[in-house]
């Protein structure tokens, strides 16, 4: 069989991550989550000392990285990393350094080569605008910045991690000027690209739902 490619795309907190994981789980393919790449680049900064207002040093710190995907995590240089990714401040500092034109174009290229040799579901914010344009089914996820902040404050809170429900509303609405405003590769819905809204769906509604446009795409029936 062919590589199928799978492209989901969204703003902060609209559940790509946890979507994405289980579409693949279900399909039998290989989840990239190419937030947790420019996140793990930020945490090894931060761990480092970069200047993470240098361009230049953080471009080539992502290029020095050997990042490897498993189906809870993510290595970076072999070294697992969870949680400590998720953290508010890692979270700030992986919004900052992926408006970063250099540093986008090292990692875009370590995702298409490994989207080049097997069958993905990858997300993130411009997969299925830049990173495979040509992906069979595009899925855009989205949901209120209230929602996507409380989803993240439970998140957080079930994990231990100090959280304010406020100050997490500012950071989505940040990240999201950011990530809609940043020159190069930014968020943005493809054209042929299905919306999704997440707000009053649960997880395994919006799962049935990609689904059934893999199936529909697999099946030759679109």
Not at 100 to 121: D, F, G, H, T
Request: proline share 4%; with cysteine.
């Amino acid at each position: 069989m062919k590589r199928f490619l799978v492209a989901i795309d969204g703003p902060a907190g609209a559940g790509k991550s946890t979507v994405a994981r289980q579409v693949a789980e279900r399909l039998g393919l290989t989840y990239v989550d190419t937030g947790a790449m420019y996140r793990a680049l930020a945490w090894k900064a931060l761990r480092d000392g970069v200047d993470m207002e240098d361009e230049e040093a953080v471009a080539h710190l992502a290029e020095s990285i050997t990042f490897t995907l498993e189906p809870n995590g993510i290595r970076v240089n072999g070294i697992p990393l969870k949680d400590e990714i998720r953290t508010p401040q890692v979270s700030e500092l992986a919004s900052a350094v992926a408006t970063m034109p250099k540093v986008r174009k090292i990692l875009v290229n370590k995702q298409q080569e490994i989207a080049a040799s097997q069958s993905v579901v990858m997300d993130g914010r411009d997969i299925g605008t830049h990173v495979l344009p040509n992906a069979d089914v595009k899925i855009f996820l989205t949901a209120s910045i209230d929602e996507r902040a409380r989803r993240r404050y439970k998140e957080l809170t079930a994990k231990g991690i100090p959280a304010d429900l406020e100050a997490l509303q500012e950071q989505i609405r940040r990240r999201d000027e950011n990530d809609r405003n940043r020159a190069y590769a930014p968020l943005r819905q493809a054209e042929d690209a299905i919306l999704v809204d997440t707000t009053n769906q649960s997880v395994q509604e919006v799962i049935e739902v990609i689904l059934q446009h893999c199936r529909n795409k697999l099946g030759g029936e679109e």
